[in-house]
């Protein structure tokens, strides 16, 4: 549901670029950084006004940051100094460095302050009487300090991600291929995550020391800005797509919550309320109220009603309570339309470009589906909120969705056969380079697949599959795995086909004595050597793999072993298929020791090793 634009601050009324955004902690009072000038916005008042404007610096504004306790914040830019001011925008003291001031990050705990520049980091406090400075061989781009005031992270152009303590000792370093515009700790409680957009087009996330979280997610775009919303649960990201974006603390894209004209250099949440303001390259200011409504008893992760409340430049927006019911409507209408909209198009053509992101949408809601409260065990797809899944049913989109993925798949094969040659028509053809398609590419595997495994979750989803054309597919993309070095290729393994694969495995079995079709489904499982090549597949790359995907893959391998219909012979009888078996015996044997809990469970599998090794 798009927003409804109610005012805005234009081109004409701020005639320059707005670079920065900052809110006072208690979300009443916000400042802008527009060319050189400081708006300074009282939003506590009716009107929420524009209550002062400032011009003190000499250079464009490209940092805010605004104390913890409310009663402080700092300005830096171009010319190279750093102001501090009081919350009245009184001016109290500068400081400056050689070069332009590119970030700027208050202690949420004390007062101190971090400034960063193209030659050096500054750290300021209220009692020391000089600026302490660090020396840095890259541009400073980016500074947040973690929830205890006792680390800061710092991302620069040329890539590199610095941890370091407050005094400015470096403690770790994380390296990112190209430029790191933007990073936000998690503000949740005991929660020391970082996440970081870099202009590889990737949104990634790290612990506090230094280690990677999951897998890179593709975005598409460059991120400027990066704001984690309400308490850490959602981000939201701005930057080159000239849009400001929805994301999960977990990477997941969730909606668009406005576009521009220009690319959007600041995109902020406001602290203690449903906003988030932007500030644009095309010279607009805008403010967004999100309403969160529990539709269809989504209260436990918020499905987004993102109901009329564009406010660019502080419009006010009264809340109307009737509306809930009719934004419940439109939402569930709106669904059914992008799942009418899924249709079957050559892979790599233009409207298969144009259908990526309508499939990244729908893969989305029914990812928040999946954290609706539990529904009773024999509760059909009709008697549970999963809307998503029930209409690919009920449209009967559901076998078109698998009949994409696999011609998805079988182009994928090609492009990586050919090093890319194959793919190459498509990418000039949409004037995309290799690297920005098999970006889509990847996109598109990954929501598809996810809206697959969500769709196999339900047993009259498989009920109306096409089997033959899900255990082929499935065998092949397990058989793509077994090519040395390409898992590599995956930004987050986690979400890839053959990952994916092993998951939609389980669902079939764990639901098999449900199925007219058992026996058949067993033995396709075995002419298309589905469990060698997941013992293959783990062998290669289970330290990549979270380790409830590979229990998953673990237990649905148990459930064939424990099978009334099981022949032994039928499935290991080849000496192929029984070496690359066997392969998964010290992933078993090291699992067991993590997880010794599951060693009855896993009883049927390590006495099958045992009688194959002999």
Known sequence: MKPKKILERTREELRDIVWAIAFRPDGKQMVVAVGSRLLVFDLNS????????LTPHKGHVFALSYSSDGKRFASGGADCTVII??????????????????????NPVTQQLASGTENDIGLWSPEQKQVQKERVNSRILCMAWTNDGQFLACGQFNGIITIRDRSGAVKHHIRRPEPVWCLAWNPAKDTNTLAVGSWDQRLSFYNLNGKQEGGDHVLGFDPCSLS??????????????????????????LSTICESNGWIWSAVARPKHNYVATGSNDCTLSLYQLVFTTVHGLY??????????????????QSRSDHTESLATELSQDLVRQIRGLDLVPVLSEAWIGLVERVQRIASIALM???LPGAEKDSTLWEVDQLTVRYLVEESKLNMCLRGMADYFQVKIRAFESNMESIQPAAEAH????????????????????????????????QIVDMH??????????????????????????????VLCTLYLFDILSKIDNLSNDSSILSSIAERKILPLIGGFLSANHLRMKAPFVQVALHAIVIVLDHECFDQNMYFGDAENRDMFLLLQPIVNQFLVTHPTCRS??????????????
């Open 369 to 371: 589906e999946q954290h």
């Open 85 to 106: 001011w009081t919350a009245q925008a009184d001016g109290l003291l500068q400081y400056t460095h050689g070069t332009s001031i590119q970030a700027l990050a208050y």
């Open 601 to 614: 469970k896993l009883l049927p599998l390590t006495d099958m090793l045992k009688r194959l090794a002999r």
């Open 469 to 498: 054309l899900l255990l082929e597919h499935m065998h092949h993309a397990l058989l793509f795995a077994q090519t040395p070095g390409i898992m590599a290729h995956y930004s987050l393994i986690d979400k890839s086909q053959p």
């Open 431 to 462: 004037r995309m380079d290799v690297a920005e398609l098999r970006a889509r590419m990847e996109q598109f595997e990954f929501s598809m697949g996810l809206l697959l495994e969500c769709a196999f979750q339900r047993i009259e989803a498989l």
């Open 228 to 253: 984690y919303f309400t308490s850490g649960e959602y981000l939201v990201i701005g930057g080159s797509n000239c849009k400001a974006l929805l994301y999960t603390r977990d990477g997941v894209k």
């Open 46 to 53: 009716s009107d929420q006004r524009l209550a002062k404007i």
């Open 300 to 317: 436990q992760l918020p499905l987004f009603i993102f109901f009329c409340s564009l406010m660019a430049s502080l419009g006010r927006y």
